[in-house]
């Protein structure tokens, strides 16, 4: 058995379901980077379709559920967090989902594996797939079984994200928005990496990179807090010394 059957073996023990269409599950563990596009490949961006719809049920019965006096807002909010394909990224590694995935040798090498927009996406297909091979309950077990970390700090506060972070301390010292620049873009179209640069007046540029430009922008921005919160922040020199 090679590697990557034994982790489409591996995936099936943890979900707990034994695929009967074997091509239904290999569709939806292909990136549509495989083949090039080409037409006699099927890949999993219909499941995607379906799977992000089958999410949504999923995750707004489990929170009305959850508080059945809660507001719709409230709930909005909390599914937002939920079904975002980073918490479907986070799931996908807890399926073990990555190494099961099939991908060609250029996406592979530029990270595409351990993408959150790539793993989110297959994560919606794997839904998918468990519901037309297993019915909603199977999608429902998937579904509470690999989220059932996202709702234990659900109600937690929600700490703000480095772009808004920065953007107030600027505010705070009297400064222009940061702005930002794509300065670089690398890969294939499906699976690129993005260079941001982000520019404070008064202060040294900082760059990040990431898999679409918004996650970019948000490296660029930690970048320049972290250093912003070292000894001497962005701008500042070192104190003189009398001599």
């Known amino acids: 058995m090679n590697k990557r059957a034994a982790a489409v073996d591996e995936l099936e023990r943890r979900i707990g379901h034994t695929f009967v269409d074997r ?19 099927r890949h999993n961006e219909r499941l995607e379709f379906l799977g992000d719809r089958v999410l949504n049920l999923c ?13 719709e807002g409230e709930m909005s909010r909390k599914l937002a967090s939920l079904v975002n394909y980073h918490a479907c990224a986070r799931a ?5 989902l ?12 530029v990270g595409a594996r351990r993408s ?4 989110g996406d297959a994560c ?25 970390e996202a709702f234990v700090d659900i109600d937690a506060p ?9 953007q107030e301390w600027a505010q705070g010292l009297g400064l222009p928005l940061p702005a930002y620049a794509i300065v670089g873009r690398e890969g294939p179209p499906h699976a690129p990496v993005f260079t941001v640069e982000v520019r404070v007046q008064g202060f040294e540029p900082e760059r990040g990179e990431g898999g ?12 320049m807090l972290l250093k912003r919160e070292g000894p001497n922040p962005p701008g500042e020199s070192e104190p003189e010394t009398e001599t």
């Open 59 to 71: 995750a707004a019965e489990r929170l009305m559920a959850l508080d059945p006096d809660a507001r």
């Open 116 to 119: 959150d927009a790539v793993l």
């Open 92 to 96: 996908a590694e807890r399926a073990g």
């Open 23 to 41: 091509d239904l599950l290999e569709r939806a563990l292909t990136h549509a980077s495989v083949g090039d596009g080409a037409r006699d490949v």
């Open 212 to 223: 679409s430009r918004q996650t970019a922008e948000k490296a660029a921005a930690q970048t």
């Open 124 to 148: 919606e297909a794997l839904i998918a797939a468990l519901y037309v091979d297993g019915g909603l309950q199977t999608a429902k077990a998937f579904f509470e079984t690999f989220w059932a």
């Open 98 to 109: 990555p190494d099961a995935l099939r991908l060609s040798a250029s996406a592979s090498k």
């Open 158 to 166: 929600r700490s703000k994200d480095p772009k808004t972070q920065l």
